[in-house]
């Protein structure tokens, strides 16, 4: 298979067999959100890359890519960030969507029926296109689901059960992954985040690599086993954008704002927080957060020194999703 071509499997499943075996199964594989690899026997934290890893996913409308929220008709784009300590090896993946299932009463990553398609791919990263039903199709769906599985490493490809339609890699070595898509089905619509606004390290400001370049040789440096170094990312107040949100009891029509979780992970050394927040009652025109750093100690740093990547998840509290890295070098 072309590695950046998808290939739609199935559309329009409508046995009744398959799908009530469909849901049941995705059901019990979906944990909320998008669900992460697990942490292996050393207990590393979660905010350090030790292995290859999803980390999020970004919804674009085609033809509009800072839009977070498709109307019925238009085509989503959903992009994934994969990373890894190192090189990202080959991918494979699979991936179902559907209408959203209820558990408790409650809204959840499972399907409601049978899955509207399949989709598989080697392309790195996973982007899949979906097109999104009209009105009549969806009933009275406010969102989608994509749930899948991403394969990694020697002999993991993607499969689909042949009895169920469920995603799944074979030989193992798989992430399971799943992100909400929520609909726009008024004039409330929901732009992305920008990630990469502006970055500073120990109050120096810290410009992302340009192609090629070597952390060690232009990035900012750091001796091993030092501490407290600080992060700095400034985030706009354009980020956090203004919506209504029915609220109450009985629900009533109050303006809220967006808030911001920022997700930090390093490829080596420790950080004081996987999580930084910016709260929607911030009005500044700008607001930067601090996080700060451990570096690894001299056992794990070579001659050359030791290039580190930190990658920056900005999420709004209503599916808009950005992503960028920054790179350091760690010397003896």
């Given amino acids: 298979m072309n ?3 998808t290939r739609t499997i199935m559309t329009n499943t409508t046995t009744e067999t398959s799908s009530s075996r469909t849901t049941g199964l995705l059901l019990l594989g979906l944990l909320g959100g998008i669900f992460l690899a697990g942490c292996g026997p050393t207990f590393d934290p979660a905010s350090l890359i030790a292995t290859t890893r999803v980390l999020g996913a970004r919804v674009e409308v085609e033809g509009a890519p800072d839009r977070a929220t498709p109307i019925p008709g238009e085509t989503a784009d959903v992009t994934w960030l994969v990373t890894s300590p190192e090189a990202t090896p080959p991918l494979g993946w699979a991936f179902a969507v559907c209408t959203p299932g209820t558990v408790g009463g409650k809204t959840s990553l499972g399907c409601a029926s049978a899955p509207l398609a399949l989709y598989e791919g080697t392309a790195s990263p996973p982007r899949i296109s979906i097109p999104v039903p009209t009105a009549d199709v969806l009933g009275s769906a406010t969102s989608l689901v994509l749930y899948g599985q991403i394969c990694s490493g020697a002999g993991s490809m993607p499969i689909f059960d042949p009895q169920s339609g469920i995603p799944g890699c074979t030989g193992g070595g798989g992430t399971t992954a799943s992100v909400d898509i929520p609909l726009q089905l008024g004039v409330d619509a929901n732009h992305n985040p920008t990630a990469d606004r502006a970055f500073t390290f120990d109050g120096q400001a810290w410009p992302a ?3 090629g370049d070597d952390p060690c040789v232009v990035g900012p440096k750091a001796s091993a086993a030092t501490k407290d170094h600080v992060i700095g990312n400034t985030t706009e107040g354009s980020d956090r954008e203004p919506y209504t949100a029915m609220l109450g009891d009985p629900p009533v029509a109050t303006p809220e704002r967006e808030s911001l979780q920022i997700s930090q992970f390093t490829t080596a050394g420790k950080l004081q927080s996987q ?9 500044n025109a700008e607001t930067t957060v601090d996080v700060s750093w451990e570096a690894p100690p001299a056992t794990e740093v070579p001659d050359a020194g030791l290039a ?3 990658t920056f998840v900005v ?3 209503r599916g ?3 992503w960028t890295t920054r790179s350091a070098c760690v010397v003896q």
């Fill in 3 to 5: 590695p950046n071509t």
């Fill in 209 to 211: 690599l340009a192609a």
């Fill in 275 to 283: 999580f930084s927040f910016v709260e929607g009652t911030d009005d």
């Fill in 308 to 310: 580190v990547t930190f």
């Fill in 315 to 317: 999420r709004d509290n």
């Fill in 320 to 322: 808009g999703t950005d």
